[in-house]
């Protein structure tokens, strides 16, 4: 047999001698394995030790051994060789560790424990270093289920036949989604809004679980249950930063923080918090106020800026405190408290409906707010419930008392009425009356007609006054005008008149001199004369008396022709007896002369 072995061995090929030579080698190094039952885990790996048979088997709804029965076993084996688990005894099972990535969490679901009791939904938290201890978990009153503890950022060596490890890489084997298992982030300017999906009920009467002491921003979900914890709705709320929260246990809704804007006060209406006690003080019986932290209308408004509030269990109403214009109109402001304002139809004494425009400029204080929404609850029921029927009802109510003409004649004084009016009434409601302004004012369009006309003719009738006023200026214009024009005229005749005063003055002197003159000549001549009549009357009477009276006439008539030039005869000379041809010749006569006398002249004249 030998021999043929040896043949046999002898016809293999060099693959098959590798081979043998092989497993040859395994048996030599796995033989004193084998004999002492040695078992290796390596560094990156967890043994999981099944038990094939024991004296005893595990007790009825267990699953993990803790006593040696068959079965799974609660310890597992760490790395390096273990010896006496031989393999017809025992079966390892060789699971790799648990890693949980930084920036995510891992949820634990266990297989074995005590029943969680019916008040809660998640297994309580229990000293077993983080589910790497089975045995100490099952020992310490472990829960079999989804459990409130969770693992963070790191490695772990779990017992996997006990605890199923869910982490972002299977969560989809689970119906979860990675993100879930995600350490929770709250974003900067935003509030965690927190839910919690375990602990007792919460009381009746109340909206949310209230704040509860030493439990790490929900991070510590034993230390919250074991304080009281409620669940569903938190009072608390998680600030920005990242959080490590179990999903199953914590639900975060992120909302922006309250903003206040610049001219404006948040008042606070808390549906959570202390008992309600009243600090308005006697004087305000018309609402009340509650300090911070208590359920009711916070006496303290909020000023502006960003505060981190829960506005699921809190309304912060805004409150402006600068002015603000509220319009009966059909224009609106930004605000648009006055949208479903329209303007006021009221009917006056003579029976006339018409419509008015008004506007109500209002301020309410930043202390003052919190009483002014604990009485009406926000700003808008201000306008709807108090201001409308108050402005409205006051302009319907006066307007009785005048007829259109009347109204339309004395708007200041009727605006000046309704402000003192509107001023005193609102000021009841802590609201301050800045002013009220009448707007447009419509009357009947038929009335309006009339009084156009009587106010057009009567304009013309003004019109016509001024124009005659115009004409008579003008009038009085041209007449200065022309008068100016004159002056100069006027001042020259008015010098003329002086100077022909003065000069007819001088006549009258010059004259009077004349005169004088003239008279003393005359009386000089006369005398002359006389004298000389008396000469030539001596010598007359010389000559009569010496030539005779004819003799002397003869004598002074031929002295008187030669003197003065008397022609004695004719130029032209007609003889008498010719008939007419005696005075043709005559005629000829003269007009020859006639045209010699210009020659004549010419000739004497040096000057031709």
């Not at 704040?211 to 304080?227: P, W, Y």
């Not at 903003?259 to 309600?276: D, E, K, R, T």
């Not at 003719?457 to 005008?481: D, F, G, I």
């Not at 010389?542 to 002295?559: D, F, H, P, R």
Request: proline fraction near 4%; include cysteine; glycine fraction near 10%.
């Amino acid at each position: 047999m030998n021999t043929s072995v040896l043949m046999t061995m002898g016809a293999l090929s060099p693959l098959e001698w590798g081979l043998v030579i092989g497993v040859g080698m395994v048996v030599v190094v796995l033989l004193p394995a084998l004999l002492v039952g040695a078992v290796l885990i390596r560094e990156t790996q967890v043994g999981i030790v099944v038990k094939r048979f024991a004296s005893r088997g595990l007790p009825p709804g267990r699953l993990i051994a803790l006593e040696g029965e068959a079965g799974l076993q609660a310890d597992t084996l760490p790395p390096g060789i273990h010896l006496g688990y031989w393999r017809w005894q025992y079966r390892i099972i060789k699971v790799p560790v648990v890693r949980v990535n930084q920036g995510d969490i891992a949820l634990v679901i266990a297989a074995d424990g005590a029943s969680i009791p019916s008040d809660r939904l998640l297994g309580k938290v229990v000293s077993c270093d983080a589910f790497q201890d089975a045995r100490a978990f099952l020992v310490g009153g472990g829960e079999k289920g989804r459990q409130i503890g969770m693992l963070t950022a790191g490695t772990y060596r779990i017992n996997t036949a006990l605890f199923t490890v869910i982490t972002a890489e299977n969560a989809e084997l689970h119906g979860m989604s990675p993100y879930q298992l995600q350490v929770q982030r709250v974003e900067p300017e935003q509030v965690g809004v927190v839910t919690t999906l375990d602990g007792r009920p919460i009381e009746a009467g109340e909206i949310a679980g209230p704040v509860i002491a030493g439990h790490d921003n929900f991070q510590n979900a034993q230390a919250f249950l074991e304080g009281g914890g409620r669940r569903g709705l938190q009072e608390q709320i998680l600030l920005s930063g990242a959080w490590n929260l179990n999903p199953w246990f914590v639900q975060v809704e992120q909302v922006p923080m309250v903003q206040i804007p610049i001219g404006y006060v948040g008042v606070v209406i808390s549906y959570v918090g202390m008992a309600h006690e009243d600090v308005s003080g006697a004087d305000f019986k018309h609402g009340d106020l509650v300090n911070s932290g208590h359920k009711g209308v916070w006496v303290t408004p909020l000023y502006p800026g960003k505060h981190p509030l829960n506005t699921r269990i809190m309304k912060v109403e805004l409150v402006p405190t600068t002015n603000i214009v509220l319009n009966w109109a059909s224009r609106s402001e930004a605000h648009n408290y006055d949208a479903k304002l329209s303007s006021i139809t009221v009917r006056s004494r003579d029976g006339f409906a018409f419509n008015l425009d008004v506007s109500q400029i209002i301020h309410v204080g930043a202390l003052d707010a919190p009483k002014v929404i604990s009485r009406v609850g926000s700003m808008q029921n201000l306008v709807d419930h108090v201001l409308q029927p108050i402005v409205g009802n006051y302009f319907r109510n006066s307007a009785q008392d005048y007829t259109v003409l009347d109204f339309l004649g004395a708007r200041s004084h009727r605006q000046q009425e309704a402000a003192e009016h509107i001023r005193a009434a609102i000021g009841a409601y802590d609201v301050q009356a800045i002013d009220t302004l009448i707007g447009d004012i419509n009357p009947p369009a038929e009335l309006m007609q009339t009084q156009t006309d009587r106010k057009i003719a009567e304009e013309q009738r003004k019109t016509y006054e001024v124009q005659e006023a115009a004409q008579t200026q003008r009038q009085q214009l041209v007449r200065q005008t022309s008068l100016a024009d004159i002056q100069q005229q006027v001042v020259g005749a008015e010098q003329g008149v002086s100077i022909a005063e003065l000069k007819a003055g001088a006549h009258i002197k010059q004259a009077t001199g004349e005169a004088e003159a003239i008279r003393l000549r005359a009386l000089g001549e006369a005398e002359a004369i006389r004298a000389t009549g008396e000469a030539k009357a001596t010598a007359y009477r010389a000559g009569v008396e010496s030539l005779g009276a004819q003799g002397y006439t003869v004598l002074q008539l031929m002295q008187i022709v030669g003197e003065r030039n008397v022609r004695i005869v004719p130029d032209v000379a007609v003889q008498g007896g010719g008939g007419t041809q005696g005075l043709v010749d005559g005629l000829l006569g003269v007009l020859l002369r006639k045209e010699a006398a210009p020659a004549t002249r010419a000739s004497a004249d040096p000057a031709s």
